[in-house]
C-alpha cells in the first residue's frame, strides 16, 4: 500500500475486516461467514426470520412477467381454461 495515505490504508483494512462480518438480519448482531447459522446469528433468528416469511410479512414485489410462470399461476389459482367438463 505504498503511495497511499494514512487514512486510504485504514479504510482499505476496514474493508477487509468488514467483508468477514455482517449483521444478522433479524436482531442486527455481528456475525461471521464462518458462523453455523449465517446469515443469521441464531436459530433463534433464523426461525423468526422465517415465520415472517410465512405470515406475509415479506413479499416479493416485483411482477411476474413470464408468460409460461403465468400459465402455471393461473392453473393454481383456480382460473379454467375454458374447458368445463361438467356439461
Known amino acids: 500500500m505504498e503511495g497511499c495515505s494514512l ?8 474493508k477487509k475486516k468488514s467483508v468477514n462480518l455482517l449483521r444478522c438480519p433479524t436482531c442486527g448482531m455481528l456475525v461471521r461467514r464462518t458462523d453455523e447459522d449465517f446469515p443469521f446469528c441464531s436459530d433463534r433468528c433464523r426461525k423468526i426470520d422465517l415465520g415472517k416469511w410465512v405470515m406475509g410479512v415479506y413479499k ?5 412477467l413470464d408468460p409460461e410462470v ?3 399461476l393461473g392453473g393454481l389459482t383456480g382460473e379454467s381454461d375454458g374447458d ?3 356439461n
Do not use: C, E, G
Not at 487514512?7 to 476496514?14: E, I, L, R, V
Not at 416479493?60 to 411476474?64: D, E, F, L, T
Open 7 to 14: 487514512a486510504a490504508q485504514q479504510s482499505m483494512a476496514t
Open 60 to 64: 416479493i414485489s416485483s411482477p411476474v
Open 70 to 72: 403465468l400459465d402455471d
Open 84 to 86: 368445463n367438463d361438467d
